[in-house]
């Protein structure tokens, strides 16, 4: 199946209530699916039809607050509409679970700049490598996000094109075996009620006391759900016998190797056809895959700091004036070590530019390079 | 061991339902498939490609198919160009929809190729040029994979009631019809062309677009210029003498004259595409 019919049929088996969206290329089959399954009572839940992404915001943020199991999901310029009630349903602690499938914004083609741009939005961000990922992520997504210890928006990206419109084989589960690990969802506010807004509190940090609070709590609660995305994936690996690494990183052939590549998403596939060329040649280089950009695994990246002598992020996306994301991110992980790796950027499949295995074996070569002490460039666009 | 495979039809004869009815049969088959269709502003008439990788481990890599085993095209005018050779590996087969046999292609190199007159199944069984699942039978012939039953069970899946029947009729014909594969009877590859797909103003050619075209009987023609109204191209020009002419750049066979004609003066026949 397609990406897009994996994160649809997720989407049907979670019992989904309450979905809305509108349509926009590559996320439109989602939405098409859906409705599909709304019509001919696959999904018992309500598909609401808005004018726009902005509203299907507003519309699962309302009946998530009602105490729906919700569902929204989007693409590139959609995903930018929708940014400023992103906002209000992450500071209410909303459960929301969004779809994001990845369109560039200044191409139609894939990268990851549509939901790194609502990073401030502080909702959870998964990115997936493939179709199977896609399915099992979003039936994660609604277990982390209803989690009384999170209570946080989840956003799943996956790139648009590439996983959306590409089909392969997915294990799909039962009903049951999903119904027996995801218990319906029961609204109850974990916010106090001075900042509860349904209780008529003021929400954000008003109410009268430190109006900072909304960001020091909202803050707080991403850090916090690091450790219940890592045993929530533990879970789903023991009960449907698939796991994609801790929940936040993963590694791939990294035993013996000196250096390593880190990428996301699609781009993480196409690695590990390039690793295990390297490696068959001999060349000591692993694979790192972030799972999870937003909490930010910075654990994570401390032993991998330890271990390896170089780390080349890959990034399909960049920060204008600043660089990629998950670069900066690294680099600020590693600070406080007293030996610390080389860090190297790479910016690679921006605005759907096409990324071959043998790309990435002339990236993992440049890493070795740098693990040896070699001076190479800091910055490279593949 | 991977196999790449390259699909080259147009919008509406259905290449990328073809690359995932293909994956589906494979997997079917016991293999691990993946499906890729090349998205840009397709529309139906301009020429579309599509990917399929078959291999016995599940596929990681998120690339084209650059060097295709396999070249598979759907409309029988592409099948005439050399560009659809493009790249292939050595050896690698070439199965067109064409109405001749395989000692006649043209297109040359180091390549194996095989034909099967798809439009013409595809015609019969399902009463439209949707050429994708009248081809697919050959490809099972001439690769000798995936099982027709794989296939038909993909079919199966895809579509329900009779129109799977039709399909499944379509590709039992197919791989009955399909040639021998030979060597190529060129060796020598000839030069590449791209081929006129659409465009906007003058160089708005869409004749490589039409199976069927219009043509006039001048004599039963009373001038009513219902055609020239309903035309969607402006591809018909009115002449002094009060009749239609069909601008043949401008014409890409959609039959909406034939239909609008209240006199029946419009017939619509196949086009013959000539292999040169």
Known sequence: MTGNKAAATAVKLARVEVLSAFPVTPQTTITQYLSEFAANGEIKGEFVNAEGELSTQVIVQAASRAGARTFVCTSGPGQLYMHHPMHSTSSSRLPVVMATVHRGNKSMQPDHTDLMSQTWTGWIQLYCENNQEILDTHLMAYKIAEDKRVRLPVAIGYDGYVLSYTAEPVEVPSQKSVDDWLPPYEYQSILPKDYDPATGGRGFGGGGRDPQQGWITHHEALLNALPVIKEINEDFGKVFGRKYGNGLTETYKTEGAEAVMVAMGSLAGTARAAIDNLQADGKPIGLIKLKCYQPFAVEDFKEYGKKFKAIGMIDRNVCLGHGGAGYRLIRNSLYDMDERPKVLQFHAGLAGKEVRVGDFERVGEKILKAAKGDKVSQVEWV | ?276
């Open chain 2, 1 to 276: 061991m991977v196999v790449g495979i390259r699909i080259h039809g147009r919008g509406g004869q259905g290449a990328v339902t073809a690359s995932r009815l293909l994956a589906t049969a494979a997997y079917y088959d016991g293999k691990f498939s993946q499906a890729i269709p090349m998205y840009g502003t397709e529309r139906r008439g301009a020429p579309v490609t599509a990917y399929v990788r078959v291999d016995d481990v599940r596929v990681r890599e998120r690339e084209l198919v650059h060097t295709p085993e396999i070249v598979m095209v759907l409309d029988p005018l592409l099948s005439t160009r050399q560009t659809m050779a493009d790249d292939m590996a050595e050896g690698g087969l070439l199965l067109l929809n064409a109405a001749y046999p395989p000692e006649e292609v043209k297109t040359g190199g180091n390549i194996r190729v095989a034909t099967v007159n798809a439009t013409n199944i595809a015609l019969e069984t399902l009463r439209r040029p949707i050429t994708n699942t009248a081809i697919l039978g050959a490809f099972a012939k001439a690769v000798g994979w995936p099982k027709l039953e794989s296939i038909e069970k993909a079919i199966r899946k895809q579509f329900s009631g009779r129109i799977a029947d039709m399909n499944v009729e379509a590709i039992k014909r197919s791989y009955d019809e399909c040639s021998e594969v030979i060597p190529a009877p060129v060796k020598i590859a000839g030069e590449s062309e791209a081929i006129a797909v659409g465009g906007y103003g003058v160089l708005k050619d869409v004749s490589s677009w039409r199976v069927f075209q219009p043509v006039i009987d001048m004599d039963k023609c009373t001038g009513c210029k219902n055609c020239w109204i309903y035309c969607p191209e402006t591809a018909i020009k009115w002449t002094d003498e009060n009749k239609p002419e069909i601008e043949w750049r401008k014409c890409k066979g959609c039959g909406i004259c034939v239909n609008e004609c209240p006199v029946g003066a419009i017939e619509f026949k196949r086009v013959e595409i000539k292999n040169e």
